[in-house]
T-cell receptor, first 116, second 112 residues
Framework: DTEVTQTPKHLVMGMTNKKSLKCEQH?????MYWYKQKAKKPPELMFV???????INESVPSRFSPECPNSSLLNLHLHALQPEDSALYLC???????????????FGPGTRLTVL | QKEVEQNSGPLSVPEGAIASLNCTYS??????FFWYRQYSGKSPELIMS????GDKEDGRFTAQLNKASQYVSLLIRDSQPSDSATYLC????????????FGSGTKLNVKP
């Protein structure tokens, strides 16, 4: 089973709202990722968790707050977002946590976020 | 200079032809190379991974890696209209296998 699931599929929020995106994998993968993708652009890395610890933060604004409650779950908490944060938010996971170059990443279906 | 470069296309090929997608990268010590397919409005789907020089075949797909020339390519044989998508090349640097550098993607149109 190479499935990564994400909820919700679509989310519309105002600039003052607080919401969370959720991601789950049951493949025993050791690393999980958050990406942001704007239309006609490649995915842009935001955060990486390895063994449930934050290992990479690509200078993401603090209005995005990641959380890894356990090895299968990854959340992205959103607060005070701006309209330019509207994008497809992708979660990915990989079996290796960076120790090996054989580090295929598998993406979830994404959450389409619109900030009004 | 971008870490990974791809021709944005669109690349148009007739049904049944071979589609050739190319990707160059700037870091000579890059370790791992991946091709993803992304349909409009969907998430990227891993098609191929390649780690050593030469060719790797999987069904209608062949990935080719040439580390000396710093390019990786994807050939799609017997192209089908369902292959029409954006193809993303991703490369990992030697110092951090968690960090993918993506190219901007090549849009492929396969015409019936």
């Amino acid at each position: 089973d190479t499935e990564v699931t994400q909820t919700p599929k679509h989310l519309v929020m105002g600039m003052t709202n607080k919401k969370s995106l959720k991601c789950e994998q049951h493949m025993g993968h050791r690393a999980m990722y958050w990406y942001k993708q704007k239309a006609k652009k490649p995915p842009e890395l935001m955060f990486v968790y390895s063994y449930e610890k934050l290992s990479i933060n690509e200078s993401v604004p603090s209005r995005f707050s990641p959380e890894c409650p356990n090895s299968s779950l990854l959340n992205l908490h959103l607060h005070a977002l701006q309209p330019e944060d509207s994008a497809l938010y992708l979660c990915a996971s990989s079996q290796e946590a960076g120790e090996s170059s054989y580090n295929e990443q598998f993406f979830g279906p994404g959450t389409r976020l619109t900030v009004l | 200079q971008k870490e990974v470069e791809q021709n944005s296309g669109p690349l148009s090929v007739p049904e049944g032809a071979i589609a050739s997608l190319n990707c160059t990268y700037s870091d000579r010590v890059s370790q791992s190379f991946f091709w993803y397919r992304q349909y409009s409005g969907k998430s990227p789907e891993l098609i191929m991974s390649i780690y050593s020089n030469g060719d790797k075949e999987d069904g209608r797909f062949t990935a080719q890696l040439n580390k000396a020339s710093q390019y990786v390519s994807l050939l799609i044989r017997d192209s089908q209209p369902s292959d029409s998508a954006t193809y993303l090349c991703a490369v990992t640097p030697r110092y951090n296998f968690n960090k993918f550098y993506f190219g901007s993607g090549t849009k492929l149109n396969v015409k019936p």
